[in-house]
């Protein structure tokens, strides 16, 4: 069975503090790994897909990396702006296109 | 549309009531998924549809749970006598093979159960 691990829960930074975020996965077979950004009351926002280990990429202020059992989205130089739950989903070959979630890590960026 | 559309964004629905819920997917998105989110985790699969075949429907917890898409296009979640844990949101997503299987989520159907 699929399964994804995210760490830590909650991250509280100050502004400017870079961090990342970690995403542990086992799947039978990785069709793509997900990053999604979540604002309360939001529906979850697609940042990154990664397909390979090895593979990075950025976005602003995040960078999304890929190894064969885990993913980290790095946070350079963060506003509060950044603050939100930010989710991990795979993709694996079997089970159609179905995404399986982590249960999130919540940033709070304090100015 | 643009994105992916839900409606009712708000229900709150008494005991033993049946409910409905509508997603309007990204024009020309054949997959179609439904999700169930808990407060404070991760979503969780429900069903998933490719145009009007619905293809995998592992993740409904309950014979209660509904769901179809006719036509390829709109679908419809329906949960008969709703009970209490059914209080979740719950989120539309469609994507198409061609944009690297990446899947886009509506903003949710929040359903609280009293």
């Known amino acids: 069975e699929d399964q994804v691990t995210q760490s830590p829960e909650a991250l509280r930074l100050q502004e400017g503090e870079s961090s990342s975020l970690n995403c542990s996965y086992t799947v039978s077979g990785l069709r793509g790994l997900f990053w999604y950004r979540q604002d309360p009351g939001k529906g979850p926002e697609f940042l990154f897909t990664?397909?390979?280990a090895g593979e990075e990429k950025e976005k602003e202020r995040l960078k999304a990396t890929l190894t064969k059992k885990e993913s980290f989205l790095h946070i350079t130089a963060p506003k509060p702006e950044d603050s939100a739950t930010y989710l991990c989903?795979?993709?694996?070959?079997?089970?159609?296109?179905?995404?399986?979630f982590g249960t999130g890590t919540r940033l709070l960026v304090s100015p | 549309g643009a994105g992916v559309s839900q409606s009712p964004r708000y229900k709150v629905a008494k005991r033993g009531q049946d409910v409905a819920l509508r997603c309007d997917p990204i024009?020309?998105?054949?997959?179609l998924f439904w999700y169930q989110q808990a407060l404070g985790q991760g979503p969780e699969f429900l069903t998933y549809?490719?145009?009007?075949?619905?293809?995998?429907k592992s993740g409904l917890p309950s014979d209660r749970f509904f769901a179809e898409r006719p036509e390829g296009s709109v679908s419809t979640l329906k949960i008969q006598r709703t009970q209490q844990e059914d209080s979740a949101v719950y989120l539309c997503?469609?994507?198409?093979?061609?944009?690297?299987?990446?899947?886009?989520f509506g903003e949710g159907s929040w359903l609280t159960v009293v």
């Open positions: 990664l397909y390979s």
């Open positions: 989903a795979v993709q694996g070959v079997t089970g159609f296109q179905k995404l399986v």
């Open positions: 997503a469609s994507g198409s093979p061609g944009q690297g299987n990446t899947i886009y």
């Open positions: 024009s020309g998105h054949v997959s």
């Open positions: 549809f490719q145009n009007e075949a619905q293809l995998d």
